[in-house]
């Protein structure tokens, strides 16, 4: 059986209630079929490398695995899916962040919770993956939070009544009016929606027995439905996840297994626990419409992210030698394989299921913060509209914002136009030909620079460090602009870390070359991005973090987490072998900030990988040690 760390469960026991451990131990069996997917995921990965061989649509005449669903049925939408709830039918603007902060006490970090629901979003993620700190004891924090919020407790009603005064403070100010008219009205207006974990990802917590990691998804799943479900019902509302990394539609069934056996459990009607699917993982895009088959009556939409799926692109074609993207700032959501990506998307989710139900589109993330220069502000307030309404025009029922604070300027894109949603309209059928295979990873000609190379770096030693402090969502932008407040910041998670690191990897060991002369460096256009470049332009970025100001450097990180993001900065661009995951190697390290046992983690990891294709996940400092002299574990469940 599964182990609770003793301080966690003593900790927060109205988070390890007695049904929450009985719905984790029936649902526990089920992390060997996890492991073996994930095994299965290196596996294909390995298989293309050696074969040098591109990712391929499933065999029409195939059968899902884990499902006794045919391809052929799933792509022609003989399946039966979802119809949208009412509450999910106008989901305009959906804000994103954590319920929590690093280092708070419960009032302070329900500040988080109550900015969302007072934001004027028709929805908000409450992530406990890419967004939320996992130091300490953050994932149960987050979980605590959400449950006085959907509690309506005291406390969280006491903390919503000051928020509101402060938010309507600075909506006067900025927008010249208040948008917060009746607070307590104004809390029942947003959707609560929770993101899990994913499959790929240990808890830091739960450990099996015998040492090896516990299921982080299956952790958040159990945890958020069990403590839940009772008062979100009660109140009329639809339980609702998003579901993060699922490469495949096997994945999406072993999601689906876990999804009815915990309402099975906890005496729900199958189907009641609604999904959306982030598509963040190219292999994913090759099976959209097996994807929603095999998540069946569960499965409401999808949604359109950025940089993880751009890492997942590089990291899928890691050993092509001709894939090479430019500098990142050019990947839009307009550019070769993003905007194929996103066509796949909405044509899948306006294929109706055997019922004639349609899927909801959620768009992209607006990382905007709308904080600087009145010049700024106003140039990053026309982009990001003129983005809401090139989504809207395509087709998303609705977007993503990063912070409440662009709630207000980007609803007015839907509302505008007035329609709840978008479910049903017209485009052509789904097709799945050579030619859009190959169309999944078009490239077209872009910029690639050292000014480029130096923002990867910049930003991705201060994501590092962030996520260190806890922060694993954080505002930032490179160095060379800090005290330039003309240049906004951006609210970043860990997918940039993820794809700045992957980036840089790919210029380096498939030797990209510069499109243009850079006089500090001596580089010309044509030159290859070396070894020396990058270990070069790594030195000056560290230091101008070390040198820059509390603001954008926390200064008693510079001594402590900064070090081991450089660290892991450095190990993972230089290593021959691409690792598949940077989040690994900075969870290996969450709480530790001892720089010699920093680098011996991320050798370890690297070596494993390398050697024997295998991921170090457990949380290392977690002690399984729980056994009497009878041999009984004492913290068992």
Not at 102 to 129: C, I
Request: aromatic share 8%; glycine share 8%.
């Amino acid at each position: 059986m599964p182990v609770i760390a003793a301080d966690a469960q003593a900790g927060y026991p109205d988070i390890y209630t007695p049904d929450a451990l009985a719905a984790l131990r029936a649902l526990s069996p089920l992390d060997e079929r996890r492991a073996e997917l994930m095994a299965l995921r290196l596996a294909r990965r390995a298989e293309r490398a050696r074969d040098r061989r591109p990712i391929e649509f499933l065999p029409d005449d195939g059968v899902i695995d884990g499902t006794s669903l045919r391809v052929a049925d799933a792509r022609a939408g003989r399946f039966e899916g979802a119809s949208i709830p009412d509450d999910l039918r106008r989901q305009w603007i959906q804000g994103t962040g954590p319920a929590t902060k690093p280092r708070s006490s419960t009032a302070s970090g329900l500040r988080n919770v109550a900015y969302a629901m007072l934001s004027g979003a028709d929805g908000w993620m409450f992530d406990g993956e890419d967004a939320l700190g996992q130091i300490q004891a953050m994932s149960l924090d987050n979980q605590r939070n959400l449950r006085l919020m959907i509690a309506e407790d005291p406390l969280f009603l006491s903390v919503a009544e000051q928020v509101a005064e402060e938010m309507n403070g600075w909506a006067t100010a900025f927008f010249g009016h208040a948008t917060i008219n009746d607070w307590r009205e104004q809390l029942r207006v947003t959707t609560r929606i929770f993101r899990a974990r994913g499959l790929h990802l240990d808890d830091r917590h739960i450990a099996h027995a015998d040492g090896r990691g516990f299921s982080a998804s299956i952790t958040d799943l159990v945890l958020y439905v069990t403590n839940n479900h009772r008062a979100l019902t009660a109140q009329g509302r639809s339980i609702v996840l998003y579901l993060p990394k699922i490469q495949t539609a096997a994945e999406a069934a072993f999601w689906n297994l876990l999804l009815d056996t915990l309402e099975d459990h906890l005496g729900l009607e199958r189907g009641t626990i609604l999904c959306y699917v982030l598509v963040e993982q190219v292999e994913a895009c090759f099976q959209l419409m097996e994807i929603r088959a095999a998540l069946g009556r569960h499965f409401v939409g999808f949604n359109t992210g950025r940089w993880d799926y751009i890492n997942s692109v590089s990291d899928a074609y890691a050993w092509d030698p001709g894939f090479i993207n430019p500098n990142i700032d050019q990947v839009t959501m307009t550019y070769g394989y993003m905007r194929v990506y996103e066509d796949r998307v909405r044509r899948a989710v306006n294929t109706p299921d055997m019922n004639g139900n349609f899927a909801l589109w959620q768009g992209g993330m607006e990382p905007n913060i709308p904080v600087g220069s009145a010049a700024g502000v106003q140039a990053a307030m026309q982009k990001a509209v003129a983005g809401g309404e090139r989504e809207q025009r395509e087709g998303a029922s609705g977007k993503w914002v990063a912070h409440w604070k662009m709630v207000h300027i980007m609803r007015p894109v839907w509302e505008r136009v007035g329609q709840d949603n978008q479910l049903g309209r017209e485009f052509p059928a789904l097709t799945y030909t050579d030619e859009d295979a190959r169309a999944l990873i078009l490239l077209e000609d872009a910029p690639r620079t050292v000014r480029g190379a130096r923002d990867l770096i910049s930003v991705g030693l201060q994501y590092g460090n962030a996520f260190g402090q806890g922060f694993q969502a954080a505002a930032l932008k490179p160095a060379d602009f800090f005290g330039d407040d003309d240049v906004l910041y951006l609210m970043e998670d860990a997918a940039t870390g993820e794809i700045r690191l992957s980036v840089l990897w790919e210029w380096l060991h498939k030797s990209g070359r510069l499109t243009a002369d850079d006089a500090q460096t001596g580089a010309r256009a044509g030159d290859p991005f070396t070894r020396e470049l990058f270990l070069r332009l790594l030195d000056e970025e560290y230091t101008k973090l070390l040198a820059a100001g509390g603001r954008d450097v926390h200064e008693d990180s510079k001594a402590t987490t900064l070090p081991t993001a450089r660290e892991v900065v450095r190990s993972y661009v230089l290593e021959p072998v691409k690792a598949p995951w940077y989040i690994d190697l900075l969870n290996l390290n969450l709480d530790n900030t001892d720089l010699a046992s920093a680098e011996a983690r991320i050798r370890d990891y690297l070596d494993a990988f390398a050697r024997h294709g295998t991921r170090i996940t457990h949380n290392l400092d977690f002690d399984t040690n729980r056994y009497s002299e009878t041999g009984t574990c004492n913290d068992c469940f």
